[in-house]
Every structure is written in C-alpha cells, then in structure tokens.
C-alpha cells in the first residue's frame, strides 16, 4: 500500500535554529512530490514541487530536497512566523489518478 | 487571480440534515478536487472534476455524497443525512492540469455536526 510518513510529529525551535523536517514515501511510480503549509484553521498554501531524485528548490528559508525514497524540507534560521503545520503529498502515475496523497504533517513551532 | 473561494466558511447543522457546499475555482484551472482533513490528519481525496466530468471518487465518498461541476466552473459538494463523522474540514483545490499538478486550495467549510 502507497505511504507517506513524516516525521518527527512535532517539533520545536528556538529562533535561528536550523533544522530539517522528513517526508518518506513507499509508493511505485512517483509522479510528483509536493510541499504545503498549513496555518491553523485554514487551507494549505502551496510551497515547492519536486519531480525527480537530486532536485532541490528554495524559497526564502526553505530549501526542499528530494531522493528516491524520501524529501526533507530544511529550515534554515526560522522564524516565530515559519511556525505552522508543514504536509508532503505525493502524486502517482497510473490512469487518470491526479490525487494528492498526503502525509500527517509536521507541526512546527518557533520560538523567538 | 482571486485563489480558490470557498462557502460557507463554517456550517453547523444537526445529525440528519442535508448540507451543500460551493468551491468557485481559479478561473483558467480546469481541474477541481474536494478533499476533507480531521482534526490531526492531511487531508484524504474525496473526489476531482476535469472540465464538468467526475474522473474520479474515492471510497470514502459514500452513497450520501454527491459532487456536481456542471459548466466546468464552480463546483458543490452536498452530504445529505449528515452524520457526526461527517464533521471535517471540507477543502477544495484546483489546478491548471496540462501536466502540471500543483493545486491550490481553497480556505476549507468548516462542518460540525450536533
């Protein structure tokens, strides 16, 4: 059956702290790998999409990697204000599948 | 670009009735998604339109949902015989399609059932 576990849960950081945030997936035939964050009581807002093993893209102070069985999302020197849940979703080939499928999420918490 | 809108934003309703919720897309997007997220969870695909056609439905989306797109613009989600389950956040996405599948939600109906 086709996972995405993310990890940890939660996490907390003190401003400034860097740190990374894991998206693993167990699916054949990745079509895409998405990042979104999620503020609370709204939907989630698109950040990065990932496509092949080796790719990066960065936004601000997120940089979001990708390998063949798994993509971090680095935090670097984060903000009170990067403080949200963070999701991954992957996309898979097959037919006229165009779902998302989503992990828990990580929910992140800065402090300043 | 106005994002993806979404109405009500939150509902409450009694264990019985029927709801209907509306998700207006971004304008040039021709596919449109309903997804639900509980407390905890990512959100779980319900269903998605191409253009007015119902490609495809999840097993979650049982007898008492139904999604209609009928011009290939806004799109209605109803549950009818609402029960406490069905209490979520109901949320809406749309995407350009065309090989790209990046989608873009909507702020979500918040649903409680009494």
């Known amino acids: 059956e086709d996972q995405v576990t993310q990890s940890p849960e939660a996490l907390r950081l003190q401003e400034g702290e860097s740190s990374s945030l894991n998206c693993s997936y167990t699916v054949s035939g990745l079509r895409g790998l998405f990042w979104y964050r999620q503020d609370p009581g709204k939907g989630p807002e698109f950040l990065f999409t990932?496509?092949?093993a080796g790719e990066e893209k960065e936004k601000e102070r997120l940089k979001a990697t990708l390998t063949k069985k798994e993509s971090f999302l680095h935090i670097t020197a984060p903000k009170p204000e990067d403080s949200a849940t963070y999701l991954c979703a992957v996309h898979l080939e097959g037919g006229a599948n165009s779902k998302l499928t989503f992990g828990k999420g990580i929910t992140l918490s800065v402090r300043p | 670009d106005t994002g993806v809108s979404q109405d009500p934003r939150h509902k409450i309703t009694k264990r019985g009735q029927n709801v209907t919720f509306r998700c207006d897309p971004i304008?040039?997007?021709?596919?449109l998604y309903w997804y639900r997220q509980t407390l905890g969870q990512g959100p779980e695909f319900l269903t998605y339109f191409q253009n007015e056609a119902q490609l495809e439905k999840s097993r979650l989306l049982s007898d008492r949902f139904s999604a209609e797109r009928p011009k290939g613009s806004f799109s209605t989600l109803e549950i009818q015989r609402t029960e406490q389950g069905d209490s979520a956040m109901y949320l809406c996405?749309?995407?350009?399609?065309?090989?790209?599948?990046?989608?873009?939600f909507g702020p979500g109906t918040r649903l409680t059932v009494l």
């Open positions: 990932l496509y092949s």
């Open positions: 996405a749309s995407s350009l399609g065309q090989g790209r599948n990046e989608q873009f």
């Open positions: 304008s040039e997007h021709n596919r």
